[in-house]
């Protein structure tokens, strides 16, 4: 059974940092691309940041290109997402996602998805 379990989401100030994480279990991690995504109140699902297997590419939104960092351990099965510069507009919940496998991110079809970790950046 898939299971993925994001952690590390918190009240941030503008400007700040915070880093994510997703602790993947159920299936060969290494094996498939990962994304982040989410979802803020009233808006609808963005597709944030994806990954593929051998974390040999990656995916950017426009929206938080240059400021966030995805990135993968396979040996501990886990997703990452370190956001910097953290902005109000970044305030949603976010999911960790499973996709295809190797170059195939799965979006908007993603596999499975977690829980999500709820980000909000305020003053």
């Known amino acids: 059974q898939v299971q993925l379990v994001e952690s590390g989401g918190g009240l941030a100030q503008p400007g700040g940092s915070l880093r994510l994480s997703c602790a993947a279990s159920?299936?060969?991690?290494?094996?498939?691309?990962m994304s982040w995504a989410r979802q803020a109140p009233g808006k609808g699902l963005e597709w944030v940041s994806g990954?593929?297997?051998?974390?040999?590419?990656?995916y950017y939104a426009e929206s938080v290109k240059g400021r966030f960092t995805i990135s993968r351990d396979n040996a501990k099965n886990t997703l990452y997402l370190k956001m910097n510069s953290l902005e109000p507009e970044d305030t949603a919940l976010y999911y960790c996602?499973?996709?295809?496998?190797?170059?195939?991110?799965?979006?908007?079809?993603?596999?499975?998805w977690g829980q999500g970790t709820q980000v909000t950046v305020s003053s």
């Open positions: 996602a499973k996709g295809g496998l190797g170059a195939d991110y799965g979006f908007p079809d993603f596999a499975s």
């Open positions: 990954i593929w297997s051998d974390g040999s590419d990656t």
């Open positions: 159920g299936f060969t991690f290494r094996r498939y691309a």
